[in-house]
């Protein structure tokens, strides 16, 4: 049975870990490489692997691990069924919630080489990789959401525009501000959306239409240029809920 400062030394090491994941948490194969690089030392173990289920194909222990959703330790493999460098291994899950997802094995040179604490702290090293593998994940398809956003928004031939309600530029991209006059969409971003109105009450019977509407297709607007002059456009628009609460007014405005 390991000491109170045994199992104190492991929590610091798992602690220490978690830190340094933490610096990498936007980049799972990061995530990967700090976990299997750290796992060694606090396990006494020479090596370590995290494999993915679907992704490569497990022994039958790992499969079992999997299956039953616990750790199992193997104190003497036989050498036919594994690489010579392998004599002994702890393998413990990676959960998502009920679901299994992989593993995470700490293998060792030396026969007997694991007792209980080592397979205690792979369970816990086991359960903080899983975890950061999900936050990992969803910061890059996050990530790559916003990336696919602003290719659409910013390549888009429409001109497409975000406000708020009360009339603020939130983003735009530069065929709008073409539309409209301006020389670029930072120019267009300075100004209130009230300004590309040569009436201010067209701005809000256009609000009052789109909230009792919950959305407009093909309206045709006039709407006012950087000069003064006039631009018929033709509006698809819909409101979106915000992150502070706070409805915005999302958009796209072609010429008629």
């Known amino acids: ?36 690089s750290r796992t060694p030392d606090l396990t006494n173990g020479t090596s370590a692997t995290l494999e993915m289920a679907g992704r490569v194909v497990l022994d039958d222990v790992s499969a079992r691990c999997l299956a039953e959703k616990r750790a199992i330790r193997c104190d003497d493999v036989d050498s036919e069924d594994y690489e010579e460098d392998v004599r002994s291994f702890i393998v413990a899950p990676l959960l998502n919630g009920s679901m299994a997802i992989g593993v995470l094995r700490s293998v060792s040179a030396k026969r007997n080489a694991f007792d209980d604490l080592d397979t205690y702290t792979l369970q816990l090293l086991a359960g903080m990789a899983s975890s950061a593998l999900m936050q990992a994940h969803e910061f890059r398809e996050h990530q790559a959401s916003e990336e696919r956003y602003r290719m659409l928004f910013e390549r888009n031939i429409a001109g497409v525009f975000r406000t708020t309600l009360d009339g603020r530029f939130l983003d735009c991209n530069d065929a709008l501000a073409t539309y409209l006059g ?28 789109l909230q009792r509407n919950h959305g407009l297709t093909n309206l045709h607007i006039r709407l006012k240029k950087k000069d003064g002059s006039s631009v018929m456009g033709i509006i698809n628009a819909t409101m979106i809920p915000a992150e502070d609460g706070e409805t915005q007014l999302l958009g796209t405005m072609v010429e008629a």
Request: hydrophobic residues 40%.
């Open 182 to 209: 301006y020389t670029s969409r930072d120019e267009l971003l300075k100004r209130q959306s009230w300004d590309v109105y040569h009436d201010r009450g067209d701005r809000e019977k256009f609000i009052s239409e």
């Open 1 to 36: 049975m390991a000491s109170s400062i045994e199992l104190a030394a492991r929590l610091s090491g798992v602690v220490s870990v978690q830190q340094d994941v933490l610096g990498v948490i936007n980049d799972p194969e990061k995530v990967v490489k700090v976990i299997v």
